[in-house]
């Protein structure tokens, strides 16, 4: 990483020093098991306790309603599992989720469409916003959960979620958000989202991996994924107190600087994209119209595939990625652009670029510069091969 600029913060971030000093305190001073009596245990259930209140203050819960788990892919599946798990017979099994959804996520559809559960998926149109028309359509007295994220990872395009509250609950379903590349990039309160269940990770902003919790409405009736008496009977399994003081940390250093964060990062996002646009022929930004994450830049340039177009990015200094998952074949095309209405060319040579709380001016600059040099040769006027 030395001397590479990093644009690729949606993927994961650095842990911050405050959040590995926090860590390895946990781990020095209160390494007991926080469900043990003794005195250690104690102490171990006491910082377990004030981290637990750190993170329900910044997500705007109540403690209460945080459940720690490994990360936002466990908390996905506790809130889909758990939410099938407690309807009321045949007659509330149906899931309803967006079209642009995390591959964990649709996989887990899939496996459950399989087993007989009815699945739909909502469309979005071609900036990447949900067709609202088309939610009416499928939400209705059979839903047991409407799932969806809260900010599509590859995009960065806002789905309507105060909306989709409203739908859901006047036909008796839960809304799960899964708020994982909200959280540390937007003001963010569960309290005000009217979801029922929300799913966030810690190493989306700068903290540990390995660490997530899931938010439960109080006195909703979630069947638990993992049976045990930890975390109010909703998740077993000794809590991972070192990654949760982390969490912790983490939630008050993105919670100190969010407001001043959002605005200067949208114009260094803004600053790229237009460089970008202007600079490289046949450049198309995704979701331009949408509202979007502040820190998140979806581009293909030309139809240039991906990969390569990624690989030439790393050898200029320039860390990014693709909306585009590998697989032993060879590179799929991103599900997400293929239900904005993209071709499957075009939706393997999607480039993300997100920025982070440590981005600069500076970074953007030479980022362009990089960029330009690395891709005006490919686009004027041979393409990249795929």
Known sequence: MSGSIYLDHNATTQAAPEVVAEMVAAMQRAWANPSSTHAPGQAAKRLLADARSRVANFLGAQASEVVFTSGATEANHMAVLGALAGSRGRLRRRLVLSSVEHPGLLALAQRLADEGVPVDRIRVDTQGRLDMDHARTLIRDDVSLVSVMGANNETGVCLPVAALAELAHAHGAWLHVDATQLAGKVALSFAASGADLMSVSAHKFAGPKGVGALLVRKGLPLVPL?????????????????????????????????????????????????????????????????????????????????????????????????????????????????????????????????????????????????????????????????
């Open 226 to 386: 993992i049976a045990g008496r930890q975390e109010r009977h909703r998740r077993g399994g000794t809590e991972n107190l070192p990654g949760i003081a982390g969490f912790a940390a983490a939630c008050e250093l993105a919670g100190a600087t969010l407001a001043a964060d959002i605005e200067r990062t949208r114009g260094l996002r803004e600053r790229l994209e237009q460089g970008l646009l202007r600079g490289l022929p046949g450049a198309h930004l995704y979701g331009a119209q949408a509202e979007r994450l502040p820190n998140t830049a979806c581009l293909r340039f030309g139809e240039l595939a991906a990969e390569p177009v990624l690989a030439r990015l790393e050898r200029a200094g320039v860390i990014a990625s693709s909306g585009a998952a590998c697989s032993a074949g060879g590179t799929q095309p991103s599900h997400v652009l293929l239900a904005m209405g993209e071709s499957a060319e075009q939706a393997r040579s999607g480039v993300r670029f997100s920025l982070g709380p440590d981005t600069t001016t500076a970074d953007i600059d030479a980022a362009l510069d990089a960029i330009q040099r690395a891709l005006l040769p490919l686009l004027d006027p041979q393409p990249l091969a795929a």
